[in-house]
């Protein structure tokens, strides 16, 4: 069956722009998770939903990152006023429940220039 | 605070050459994860491990656990060359939810 997938793949901006990632998780997961992985380096927890709801966003490094999953199926990351910082590749995962093993998407790749 | 340590880092060997990667994590958790990733590319899932004494083999990659010294390890069976790539362990706190995972060792193998 389909995986999960993730749109744009890549995605450059400008400092201070605004941006959108959408994940489209595996029919069925009732669990999704976004990871940043910058270059290097291992991912890094950002956000977890449990149906429609955030059940943990700890990671989510200030309030200008900000993500929704309206229908508890799709989810979109929103970055505000983006930071040559946030360059990274944005990884999403589901899973069939909060315990099972979570499956990756293929990532956006954001540049911030 | 969940934290979770490789070594070594980076790992160049000859094919044919056997050698372990270790990752350690700092508190308990319920089930230890190893992804490779390609260059470019996603994680791709390898092991899930439960419960200690717990060992999964596949192929020339064998993965153990020991809960109680907080310890995974991968071990790699006489490497070829497309077993190149970056291998991660992860932890996932005991809520069940986020996975830490390890800074990877990026693996080479050389012909």
């Known amino acids: 069956g389909a995986g999960v997938s993730q749109t744009p793949s890549n995605k450059v901006t400008e400092k201070g722009k605004y941006v959108e990632l959408r994940c489209d998780p595996i029919s069925g997961h009732t669990a999704l998770y976004w990871y940043r992985q910058s270059l290097g380096q291992g991912p890094e927890f950002l956000i977890y939903?449990?149906?429609?709801?955030?059940?943990?966003d700890s990671g989510l490094p200030n309030d200008r990152f900000f993500a929704v999953r309206p229908e508890g199926s799709v989810s979109t990351l929103k970055i505000q006023r983006t930071e040559r910082g946030d360059s990274a590749v944005y990884l999403c995962?589901?899973?069939?429940?909060?315990?099972?093993?979570?499956?990756f998407g293929p990532g956006t790749r954001l540049t911030v220039t | 605070e969940l934290k979770v340590e490789q070594n070594p880092l980076f790992l160049s060997m000859q094919e044919g050459k056997n050698y372990t990667i270790y990752c350690n994590y700092s508190t308990t958790s319920d089930r230890l994860y190893w992804y490779r990733q390609d260059p470019g590319k996603s994680l791709e899932s390898l092991f899930v491990?439960?419960?200690?004494?717990a060992v999964k083999q596949e192929g020339r990659l064998m993965a153990s656990l020991d809960t109680k010294a907080r310890l995974s390890t991968l071990h790699i069976t006489a490497a070829v060359h497309d077993l190149s790539a970056t291998y991660f362990c992860a932890a996932n706190n005991n809520a069940g939810n986020m996975l830490t995972f390890g800074g990877g060792t990026r693996l080479m193998v050389k012909p």
């Open positions: 995962a589901s899973s069939q429940d909060r315990s099972y093993e979570q499956y």
């Open positions: 491990l439960l419960s200690n004494g």
């Open positions: 939903f449990q149906g429609t709801g955030a059940a943990d």
